[in-house]
T-cell receptor, first 115, second 115 residues
Protein backbone atom coordinates (compact mmCIF):
# COMPACT_ATOMS: atom_id res chain seq x y z
CA UNK A 1 0.00 0.00 0.00
CA UNK A 2 1.94 3.02 -1.31
CA UNK A 3 -0.67 5.65 -0.38
CA UNK A 4 -0.43 8.74 -2.60
CA UNK A 5 2.41 8.81 -5.11
CA UNK A 6 3.55 11.69 -7.29
CA UNK A 7 5.86 11.88 -10.28
CA UNK A 8 8.25 13.46 -10.96
CA UNK A 9 9.86 14.48 -7.67
CA UNK A 10 11.76 17.36 -9.25
CA UNK A 11 11.40 19.23 -12.54
CA UNK A 12 13.00 22.25 -14.15
CA UNK A 13 11.19 23.92 -17.06
CA UNK A 14 11.83 26.89 -19.27
CA UNK A 15 9.17 29.56 -19.60
CA UNK A 16 6.56 28.46 -22.12
CA UNK A 17 7.20 24.74 -21.84
CA UNK A 18 4.42 22.38 -20.88
CA UNK A 19 4.36 19.42 -18.54
CA UNK A 20 2.03 17.11 -16.66
CA UNK A 21 2.34 16.22 -12.99
CA UNK A 22 1.08 12.77 -12.18
CA UNK A 23 -0.69 11.63 -9.02
CA UNK A 24 -2.04 8.22 -8.09
CA UNK A 25 -3.56 6.74 -4.95
CA UNK A 26 -4.16 3.11 -4.06
CA UNK A 27 -6.52 3.64 -1.11
CA UNK A 28 -9.74 3.51 -3.15
CA UNK A 29 -10.44 7.12 -2.22
CA UNK A 30 -13.19 9.02 -3.97
CA UNK A 31 -11.87 12.55 -3.93
CA UNK A 32 -8.56 14.05 -4.93
CA UNK A 33 -6.90 17.47 -4.76
CA UNK A 34 -4.01 19.48 -6.15
CA UNK A 35 -2.34 22.14 -4.00
CA UNK A 36 0.61 24.42 -4.42
CA UNK A 37 2.83 25.44 -1.53
CA UNK A 38 4.74 28.71 -1.56
CA UNK A 39 6.89 30.15 1.24
CA UNK A 40 4.84 32.07 3.78
CA UNK A 41 1.54 31.25 2.06
CA UNK A 42 0.67 27.77 3.27
CA UNK A 43 -1.10 25.46 0.85
CA UNK A 44 -3.53 26.80 -1.70
CA UNK A 45 -6.01 24.66 -3.59
CA UNK A 46 -5.63 24.60 -7.37
CA UNK A 47 -8.24 22.04 -8.45
CA UNK A 48 -10.15 19.21 -6.91
CA UNK A 49 -12.12 16.20 -8.03
CA UNK A 50 -15.02 15.02 -5.91
CA UNK A 51 -15.33 11.79 -7.86
CA UNK A 52 -14.23 10.10 -11.04
CA UNK A 53 -15.25 12.20 -14.01
CA UNK A 54 -15.72 15.48 -12.14
CA UNK A 55 -13.31 18.35 -11.54
CA UNK A 56 -13.72 21.83 -10.09
CA UNK A 57 -11.60 24.93 -9.67
CA UNK A 58 -10.08 25.83 -6.36
CA UNK A 59 -8.55 29.06 -5.15
CA UNK A 60 -5.75 29.45 -7.76
CA UNK A 61 -6.67 27.58 -10.97
CA UNK A 62 -5.32 30.01 -13.57
CA UNK A 63 -2.63 28.47 -15.78
CA UNK A 64 -3.52 24.89 -14.88
CA UNK A 65 -5.72 22.11 -16.19
CA UNK A 66 -6.54 18.77 -14.63
CA UNK A 67 -7.76 15.34 -15.63
CA UNK A 68 -9.33 12.71 -13.43
CA UNK A 69 -8.35 9.77 -15.59
CA UNK A 70 -9.94 7.15 -13.37
CA UNK A 71 -10.59 6.67 -9.67
CA UNK A 72 -6.87 6.23 -8.93
CA UNK A 73 -5.28 8.98 -10.99
CA UNK A 74 -5.51 12.78 -11.03
CA UNK A 75 -3.08 14.73 -13.21
CA UNK A 76 -2.19 18.43 -13.28
CA UNK A 77 -1.08 20.06 -16.52
CA UNK A 78 0.79 23.29 -17.08
CA UNK A 79 0.21 24.26 -20.71
CA UNK A 80 2.66 27.16 -20.84
CA UNK A 81 4.78 27.38 -17.73
CA UNK A 82 5.57 30.76 -16.16
CA UNK A 83 8.11 31.65 -13.45
CA UNK A 84 5.17 32.41 -11.11
CA UNK A 85 4.36 28.70 -11.20
CA UNK A 86 7.63 27.83 -9.49
CA UNK A 87 6.38 26.03 -6.41
CA UNK A 88 6.00 22.72 -4.64
CA UNK A 89 2.92 20.83 -5.78
CA UNK A 90 1.08 18.38 -3.57
CA UNK A 91 -1.59 15.90 -4.44
CA UNK A 92 -3.99 14.66 -1.76
CA UNK A 93 -6.87 12.22 -1.52
CA UNK A 94 -9.75 11.61 0.84
CA UNK A 95 -12.16 8.76 1.35
CA UNK A 96 -15.46 10.54 1.76
CA UNK A 97 -17.47 12.81 -0.42
CA UNK A 98 -19.16 15.03 2.10
CA UNK A 99 -17.75 14.49 5.56
CA UNK A 100 -15.85 17.55 6.73
CA UNK A 101 -14.02 15.55 9.35
CA UNK A 102 -12.33 13.15 6.94
CA UNK A 103 -8.54 13.16 6.74
CA UNK A 104 -6.74 14.16 3.56
CA UNK A 105 -3.70 12.04 2.72
CA UNK A 106 -0.85 13.82 0.96
CA UNK A 107 1.76 12.71 -1.53
CA UNK A 108 5.46 13.60 -1.17
CA UNK A 109 5.29 16.55 -3.55
CA UNK A 110 6.80 17.70 -6.85
CA UNK A 111 9.30 20.54 -6.73
CA UNK A 112 8.94 22.58 -9.91
CA UNK A 113 11.22 25.40 -11.03
CA UNK A 114 10.35 27.51 -14.06
CA UNK A 115 13.24 29.54 -15.45
CA UNK B 1 -15.60 32.45 4.46
CA UNK B 2 -13.47 30.37 6.77
CA UNK B 3 -9.90 31.29 7.61
CA UNK B 4 -7.05 30.32 9.87
CA UNK B 5 -4.36 32.49 11.44
CA UNK B 6 -1.16 31.00 12.80
CA UNK B 7 0.74 33.40 15.01
CA UNK B 8 4.48 33.22 14.54
CA UNK B 9 6.11 31.94 11.38
CA UNK B 10 8.96 30.53 13.48
CA UNK B 11 9.01 29.19 17.03
CA UNK B 12 12.25 28.18 18.75
CA UNK B 13 12.41 25.96 21.81
CA UNK B 14 15.05 23.98 23.63
CA UNK B 15 14.89 20.21 23.79
CA UNK B 16 12.69 19.24 26.74
CA UNK B 17 10.80 22.55 26.78
CA UNK B 18 7.09 23.06 26.25
CA UNK B 19 5.94 23.44 22.67
CA UNK B 20 3.05 25.85 22.01
CA UNK B 21 1.95 26.61 18.45
CA UNK B 22 -0.96 28.99 18.10
CA UNK B 23 -3.92 28.74 15.75
CA UNK B 24 -7.02 30.92 15.62
CA UNK B 25 -9.86 30.27 13.23
CA UNK B 26 -12.78 32.12 11.77
CA UNK B 27 -15.89 30.23 10.83
CA UNK B 28 -19.59 31.02 10.59
CA UNK B 29 -20.50 27.38 11.23
CA UNK B 30 -19.11 24.83 13.67
CA UNK B 31 -15.68 24.01 12.31
CA UNK B 32 -13.64 20.91 11.95
CA UNK B 33 -10.00 21.71 12.69
CA UNK B 34 -6.81 19.92 11.78
CA UNK B 35 -3.11 20.08 12.55
CA UNK B 36 -0.73 18.70 9.95
CA UNK B 37 3.05 18.33 10.21
CA UNK B 38 5.52 18.54 7.34
CA UNK B 39 9.01 17.19 7.81
CA UNK B 40 11.73 18.47 5.48
CA UNK B 41 11.18 17.47 1.86
CA UNK B 42 8.09 15.43 2.67
CA UNK B 43 4.34 15.72 2.28
CA UNK B 44 1.92 16.67 5.04
CA UNK B 45 0.94 14.16 7.70
CA UNK B 46 -2.06 14.44 10.02
CA UNK B 47 -1.17 15.08 13.66
CA UNK B 48 -4.68 15.38 15.05
CA UNK B 49 -8.15 16.68 14.29
CA UNK B 50 -11.11 18.14 16.13
CA UNK B 51 -14.46 16.73 15.08
CA UNK B 52 -16.65 17.99 17.97
CA UNK B 53 -16.46 14.72 19.93
CA UNK B 54 -14.12 16.15 22.60
CA UNK B 55 -12.54 19.54 23.06
CA UNK B 56 -9.15 18.11 24.07
CA UNK B 57 -7.72 16.12 21.22
CA UNK B 58 -4.71 13.86 21.47
CA UNK B 59 -2.61 13.13 18.43
CA UNK B 60 0.51 11.31 17.41
CA UNK B 61 4.00 11.86 18.83
CA UNK B 62 2.69 13.26 22.15
CA UNK B 63 0.95 16.31 20.67
CA UNK B 64 -2.44 17.52 21.75
CA UNK B 65 -4.70 20.48 21.03
CA UNK B 66 -7.63 22.07 22.81
CA UNK B 67 -10.62 23.52 21.00
CA UNK B 68 -11.82 26.73 22.70
CA UNK B 69 -14.91 28.10 21.06
CA UNK B 70 -14.98 31.27 23.17
CA UNK B 71 -11.46 32.13 22.01
CA UNK B 72 -11.84 30.67 18.47
CA UNK B 73 -8.57 28.88 19.07
CA UNK B 74 -7.07 25.45 18.52
CA UNK B 75 -3.53 25.69 19.86
CA UNK B 76 -1.12 22.77 19.56
CA UNK B 77 0.99 21.74 22.55
CA UNK B 78 3.54 19.16 23.58
CA UNK B 79 4.95 19.02 27.11
CA UNK B 80 8.52 18.20 26.15
CA UNK B 81 10.10 18.90 22.76
CA UNK B 82 12.33 16.39 21.02
CA UNK B 83 14.84 17.15 18.31
CA UNK B 84 12.73 15.05 15.96
CA UNK B 85 9.83 17.52 16.36
CA UNK B 86 11.63 20.07 14.21
CA UNK B 87 9.30 20.55 11.26
CA UNK B 88 6.68 22.88 9.83
CA UNK B 89 3.21 22.73 11.32
CA UNK B 90 0.00 23.73 9.57
CA UNK B 91 -3.38 24.41 11.09
CA UNK B 92 -6.40 23.99 8.80
CA UNK B 93 -10.15 24.46 8.97
CA UNK B 94 -12.63 22.42 7.02
CA UNK B 95 -15.13 24.19 4.84
CA UNK B 96 -18.19 22.49 3.45
CA UNK B 97 -18.83 23.62 -0.08
CA UNK B 98 -21.62 21.87 -1.91
CA UNK B 99 -21.10 18.93 0.37
CA UNK B 100 -17.40 18.58 -0.32
CA UNK B 101 -14.49 19.11 2.04
CA UNK B 102 -12.09 21.92 1.24
CA UNK B 103 -9.33 22.64 3.71
CA UNK B 104 -8.23 26.20 4.31
CA UNK B 105 -4.67 26.22 5.61
CA UNK B 106 -2.80 28.69 7.74
CA UNK B 107 0.57 29.97 6.60
CA UNK B 108 2.46 27.51 8.79
CA UNK B 109 4.80 27.69 11.78
CA UNK B 110 8.30 26.33 11.59
CA UNK B 111 9.38 24.73 14.87
CA UNK B 112 13.09 24.85 15.62
CA UNK B 113 14.42 22.66 18.45
CA UNK B 114 17.86 23.32 19.89
CA UNK B 115 19.89 20.90 22.03
Amino acid sequence: NAGVTQTPKFQVLKTGQSMTLQCAQDMNHNSMYWYRQDPGMGLRLIYYSASEGTTDKGEVPNGYNVSRLNKREFSLRLESAAPSQTSVYFCASIMGLAASSDTQYFGPGTRLTVL
Amino acid sequence: AQSVTQLGSHVSVSEGALVLLRCNYSSSVPPYLFWYVQYPNQGLQLLLKYTSAATLVKGINGFEAEFKKSETSFHLTKPSAHMSDAAEYFCAVSSMNTGFQKLVFGTGTRLLVSP
